[in-house]
């Protein structure tokens, strides 16, 4: 028997997120994107981060076929990586979720730092899914090799034993193709002049509400701090709801779902 509901969507809600998603149905959300506190930053705004409540709940309000994207990176204690986001990820597939694709935000003006190791410039992207996503579409670029020539069927050797022949056969690249699964984004490009410390590239936010949603789903960010998920739901034509326990930052997000209203 599913949960009554209280939820109220094209809202911001202030509170513990996982109290507020308790009161939301069963199976009721499409798409979740957020990104939680990493490691020593557990403590946000007095509330300590309670990641497998979270998840948890994730998994009950997500519909079948809905997916949840987890922006998340690992902080270097010590001189080693703590590795929470691999801990994080293999906690999702434990109870129940797809691990459906491993993306990576490149960070394209990363901050070159002085240390024994290459420059951190990249976090991780996990793709959850609740069964097979219901929705996909994909971003397409354009191919760096379009209109060439080339044929597939160029002599290869398989086990050294087994050759595949060379054949008379012409194809041409085509001029766009499906984008792989690093996504580059230059760090505060799009976005105001806003109080937060940890903002998401506004295209980055609008690249998965475009693949794994269509215009009248329901996106949720259970940590949505200054609200640039729910900007971008809004400005994509996608329902909303956001939730943060900072009331500072609740009212940053409602103030930029006001002017886009006003555009």
Request: aromatic share 12%; proline share 4%; glycine share 8%.
């Amino acid at each position: 028997m599913g949960r009554k509901s209280n939820m109220e969507i094209n809202k911001i809600y202030q509170g513990n997120c996982i109290e507020v998603m308790k009161t939301f149905e069963d199976n009721s959300i499409d798409l979740t994107i957020t990104s939680p506190p990493y490691d020593n930053l557990r403590d946000y705004k007095g509330y300590t981060f309670n990641f497998e409540g979270i998840a948890k709940e994730l998994l009950r309000i997500t519909k079948e076929g809905g997916v949840v994207v987890w922006v998340v990176g690992d902080a270097t204690i010590k001189g080693s990586e703590t590795g929470t986001s691999f801990k994080q990820a293999l906690y999702f597939k434990e109870i129940g979720f797809n691990l459906h694709d491993t993306m990576i935000y490149q960070k394209l003006n990363y901050i070159p730092l002085t240390h024994k190791r290459y420059e951190q410039e990249f976090e991780y992207m996990f793709v959850f899914s609740k069964e097979k996503p219901k929705t996909f579409n994909p971003i397409m670029k354009r191919n760096k090799l379009a209109g060439k020539k080339y044929n597939p069927n160029r002599p290869r050797n398989y086990d050294n034993n087994a050759i595949r022949h060379n054949r008379n056969e012409i194809l041409i690249f085509n001029e766009k193709g499906q984008k792989g699964n690093i996504f580059g984004y230059i760090v505060g490009a799009g976005n105001e002049k806003i109080n937060h410390p940890a903002i998401f590239p506004e295209q980055l936010v609008s690249d998965h509400i475009l693949s794994w949603s269509n215009k009248g789903d329901l996106i949720l960010d259970p940590m949505n701090g200054s609200g640039t998920t729910t900007k971008m739901a809004q400005k994509l034509g996608r329902d909303y709801i956001g939730i943060d326990v900072s009331g500072e930052y609740c009212e940053i997000a409602r103030e930029r779902l006001r002017q886009k209203t006003l555009l």
